[in-house]
């Protein structure tokens, strides 16, 4: 029997959740780090002579002795760890860049498809690369572009992704159940996807409705009011974004296992994680192909839509001409009449800037941590990063049940989340205290502690990352989802793109990269009194009112 519509597109989107995530899970967090610093101390001298060859004093290629490992690029000496974040930032930097040229291009329906099936090619093309390349070639640095080019390849087509999430949301059988009882929809209206079986759903009608509303054909559904219906959308929302998570978390922590045996054996070898990084690349590509056969192509009418929307014939436009008005159309999103009328989706933004920074640092900076400071072994290392998904899979499911049982907002399950992420930082700065330098554990001073800290973190991160997406698609106004998703990875990756930056200045001026926690406590918590001042209420109904074609017209303005 073949899938319903909706149930093909919803499985189409959690099929690239499966396949992308990988890299984030796999490469990103945890390899990634690892190889670009092993990549640098294979090439890189002792300070402060720099004579003597990193590897000479270390098997595993990194010197964890008080001298410090410095690799030259250019005419400048850097710490090998800097190295890592250093082309972390960088490759955040051309993503947002990138992000931004494609927000209008990816907002048409017939090429949000095209565009992220062609960055998924491009990540996961970059990350097999990395197979070939060994350390001790002359073109070693070249791990720095093909891991540019990944993580630009997995952030643009993400933004793609996620301009799905809001339309799936909206075509869940209980969206369209609660539309039915709200008044929108007519129970026997051919607009109600053939997909959606409303008869199986119906949460706000009792079952006696149900059955004599459809035998008597006189009955009308019961009136629901719209908190109901905002709160069942919000529900659903979550829902599938958390499905998203746990299905790329699963997919992340198979893949792990897998890399953990390679990875034993070889104990920790170059070669061993650049086979990692390459497996997840493969992964990513050969699991996108459901994707592109499930997911939607815009149809007629989604263009004709568009098109009036946009005032625009769709035949009327070229890829430089998009890239050109999607800057223009940054600049009229940014302006200050638009930040005042969305200013809840924009308080919203400045929190997710520090939050983002903050949370992706902590998983970058840990992995660092645990290997030039706490001295953990390769192995040790791929179980952690094996634990983290896990628990982030029981963490995105968890919260959904605990939502519903106590009748959680979105917004109130972050602020919740994001109090509980704070305190891993806080923990680490207690290292700095004399009373915990004499005790056993504390202070997140020993290997075993990181272990404790990773599930912990990870029951928390990945309920984070599905309720952050989830809340945001709240307040941004339709029709304009990849726009709206392009300035959340925006926000992201430029927040992102100063954390790892300090880190690695951090790093190399004092030569620990303990201190970076204090940096990481001071831009969550700074989140907080910001998260609080949001009300989602007003900002979907400011989103809702939010005139779709305004910025279309105000940039066509400027170009005529």
């Known amino acids: 029997m073949m899938l319903s ?51 000479s004093s270390s098997g595993s290629g990194t010197s ?49 498809k095209p565009l992220l099936l062609t960055f998924a090619f491009i990540g996961a093309f970059s990350a097999m690369l990395f197979l070939p390349l060994s350390s001790k070639s002359p073109l070693w640095f070249l791990c720095a572009v093909f891991a540019i080019l990944a993580n630009v390849g997995f952030g643009a087509s993400i933004v793609a992704m996620n301009a799905y999430l809001p ?40 079952s006696q409705d149900s059955v004599s509303a459809p035998l008597l054909g006189i009955s009308t559904p019961p009136k629901i009011d719209q908190n109901a ?85 769709g035949d009327q436009w070229t890829l430089s001409s998009e890239i050109v008005a999607a800057w223009k159309r940054l600049g009229v999103m940014l302006r200050w009449n638009q930040i005042k009328q969305l200013q809840h989706t924009f308080r919203y933004l400045a929190a997710w800037f520090l939050l983002s920074d903050g949370f992706t640092t902590i ?39 605990l939502q519903h049982k106590f009748s959680w907002s979105n917004l109130k399950v972050v602020v919740i989340l994001v109090i509980m992420v704070s305190c891993i930082p806080a923990y680490g700065c207690l290292g700095f205290l004399p009373i915990v330098k004499g005790l056993p554990f504390g202070g997140l001073t020993t290997p075993g502690e990181m272990f404790g800290l990773a599930i912990y973190f990870g029951f928390a991160y990945g309920a984070f990352q599905s309720y952050a997406r989830a809340c945001y698609a709240e307040l941004i106004p339709r029709g304009e989802e990849a726009r709206w998703y392009g300035l959340f990875s925006i926000t992201d990756k430029s927040s992102s793109f100063v954390g790892p930056l300090i880190v690695g200045l951090i ?17 969550i918590w700074l989140a907080v009194p910001i998260l609080l001042s949001v009300d989602v209420e007003r900002g979907r109904a400011d989103a809702h009112n939010h005139p779709i074609h305004q910025s279309f017209c105000e940039v066509s303005s400027s170009e005529s």
């Open 5 to 55: 519509l909706y149930r093909r597109r919803l499985l189409g989107w959690l099929s690239y959740a499966f396949a992308s995530e990988v890299f984030v899970v796999v490469s990103l967090t945890l390899f990634l780090p690892i190889c670009l610093e092993q990549f640098a101390s294979d090439n890189g001298y002792l300070s402060p002579e720099y004579v003597q060859p990193c590897s």
């Open 64 to 112: 964890y002795a008080d001298e410090r490992c410095a690799v030259k690029i250019g005419w400048v000496w850097i710490d090998t760890a800097s190295f890592s974040l250093y082309v972390y930032s960088m490759s955040v930097a051309f993503q947002a860049l990138t992000v931004i040229s494609m927000g209008s291009v990816a907002d048409r329906p017939t090429c949000r």
């Open 167 to 206: 339309s799936l949301a909206n075509a869940s059988p209980e969206v369209v159940n609660a539309r039915i009882h709200l008044g929108e929809l007519d129970p026997s209206s051919e607009s109600i996807p053939e997909s959606v079986e409303v008869e199986d759903e119906q949460p706000l009608v009792s």
């Open 229 to 313: 219906f905002n709160a069942t959308l919000s529900r659903a929302t979550s829902r599938i974004s958390a499905l998203g998570i746990a299905s790329g978390y699963g997919a992340g922590i198979i893949l792990l296992l897998l890399s953990l045996i390679p990875v034993t054996k070889l104990r920790g070898s170059t070669f061993s994680l650049r086979l990692a990084i390459g497996l997840s690349g493969a992964w990513w590509a050969i699991f996108s192909i459901p994707a592109a056969i499930w997911l939607p192509n815009g149809t007629h009418d989604d263009v004709a839509s568009f098109d009036a929307a946009t005032g625009k014939p």
């Open 363 to 401: 998983t970058s900076t840990a992995v660092l941590f645990g290997k030039t400071t706490l001295h953990m072994e390769a192995s040790w290392l791929v179980l952690i990063g094996a634990i983290t998904p896990a628990m982030g899979i029981s963490g995105s499911l968890v919260f959904p049940y």
């Open 507 to 523: 790093a190399d001026a004092t030569g620990n990269i303990r201190y970076a926690f204090f940096f990481l406590v001071f831009m």
